[in-house]
């Protein structure tokens, strides 16, 4: 499924962005983990579009990269529908999601999710935030969310869900703060995946293309999942084993890059 994003969106995207003061003004301004060439920002703000054209995301969501020289430090958009970011949007963060930069630029009020992830997670270079809609049900019901295909062999490992509510009471749902984002990076724990109930989604990856990738395929994974359990009118689903994840995924590892490339001529970033 394609998502579109319009400019409408974009600014409606906006209601869910922190203010300049919610990301650090007022305080010292971290230092910067250094520049970083053109195209490293060019294939990082193809991600963003990346995942709005596969239907992950649509006028909110969100990827983030850790510094490629700096692991105390992350990439992020300012507060902008994915679909419509570019090199110019990127920022940058401490792994207390404190900009690095004074520059008046919003960013995302969750940015709170990537810098606990990266801080609990020196593995992890990158990590996506959605609501993809396929996905969101498995946070709500006791059904696990299962490894349908090759592609989604990661999920074998076990998702495990993030219920907000259970050390936070009611919340408006969002990881608007650190407590929040370390209760988050707790549940996730080794696992490539997370879920958050009634909100979306958490995908991390060893580098950028497999965040993304893992992102794409949980989405088309719990598509397949949902039809499996129609067809098969809730008989038995031989989704695969812990064991067949783990050497198909180490296989996906290394093609990853085939879909990245399609991926980005389709963003018109090849």
């Given at each position: 499924?394609?998502?579109?994003?319009?400019?409408?969106?974009?600014?409606?995207?906006?209601?869910?962005?922190?203010?300049?003061?919610?990301?650090?003004?007022?305080?010292?301004?971290?230092?910067?983990?250094?520049?970083?060439?053109?195209?490293?920002?060019?294939?990082?703000?193809?991600?963003?579009?990346?995942?709005?054209?596969?239907?992950?995301?649509?006028?909110?969501?969100?990827?983030?990269?850790?510094?490629?020289?700096?692991?105390?430090?992350?990439?992020?958009?300012?507060?902008?529908?994915?679909?419509?970011?570019?090199?110019?949007?990127?920022?940058?963060?401490?792994?207390?999601?404190?900009?690095?930069?004074?520059?008046?630029?919003?960013?995302?009020?969750?940015?709170?999710?990537?810098?606990?992830?990266?801080?609990?997670?020196?593995?992890?270079?990158?990590?996506?935030?959605?609501?993809?809609?396929?996905?969101?049900?498995?946070?709500?019901?006791?059904?696990?969310?299962?490894?349908?295909?090759?592609?989604?062999?990661?999920?074998?490992?076990?998702?495990?869900?993030?219920?907000?509510?259970?050390k936070f009471g009611a919340t408006d749902m969002l990881v608007g703060n650190n407590d929040k984002g370390v209760e988050l990076a707790s549940v996730l724990g080794d696992?490539?995946?997370?879920?958050?109930?009634?909100?979306?989604?958490?995908?991390?990856?060893?580098?950028?293309?497999?965040?993304?990738?893992?992102?794409?395929?949980?989405?088309?994974?719990?598509?397949?999942?949902?039809?499996?359990?129609?067809?098969?009118?809730?008989?038995?689903?031989?989704?695969?084993?812990?064991?067949?994840?783990?050497?198909?995924?180490?296989?996906?590892?290394?093609?990853?890059?085939?879909?990245?490339?399609?991926?980005?001529?389709?963003?018109?970033?090849?």
């Amino acid at each position: 499924m394609r998502l579109n994003t319009c400019p409408c969106c974009a600014a409606f995207a906006g209601s869910f962005a922190a203010s300049p003061s919610e990301t650090g003004a007022g305080a010292p301004i971290p230092k910067s983990g250094g520049p970083l060439d053109r195209k490293v920002l060019e294939e990082f703000a193809a991600a963003s579009r990346i995942l709005a054209d596969q239907g992950v995301v649509d006028a909110f969501g969100h990827v983030t990269l850790r510094h490629p020289h700096a692991p105390d430090r992350f990439l992020m958009a300012r507060a902008l529908a994915p679909a419509l970011v570019t090199a110019d949007d990127i920022m940058e963060f401490d792994l207390d999601s404190v900009a690095c930069e004074n520059k008046g630029r919003s960013g995302f009020l969750e940015r709170f999710i990537h810098g606990q992830i990266f801080k609990a997670r020196p593995d992890v270079m990158a990590v996506v935030h959605s609501h993809s809609q396929s996905v969101i049900p498995y946070g709500l019901v006791d059904t696990p969310l299962r490894a349908m295909f090759h592609n989604a062999a990661f999920l074998a490992e076990g998702v495990p869900v993030f219920d907000i509510s259970k050390k936070f009471g009611a919340t408006d749902m969002l990881v608007g703060n650190n407590d929040k984002g370390v209760e988050l990076a707790s549940v996730l724990g080794d696992k490539p995946v997370v879920l958050m109930r009634a909100h979306g989604s958490v995908a991390v990856g060893p580098s950028l293309q497999t965040a993304v990738f893992r992102a794409v395929y949980t989405e088309v994974s719990a598509r397949m999942q949902t039809a499996a359990m129609l067809i098969g009118g809730g008989g038995h689903i031989a989704a695969l084993s812990k064991e067949e994840g783990a050497l198909a995924d180490a296989v996906n590892l290394g093609a990853a890059s085939r879909a990245w490339d399609l991926w980005k001529r389709r963003v018109g970033a090849a």
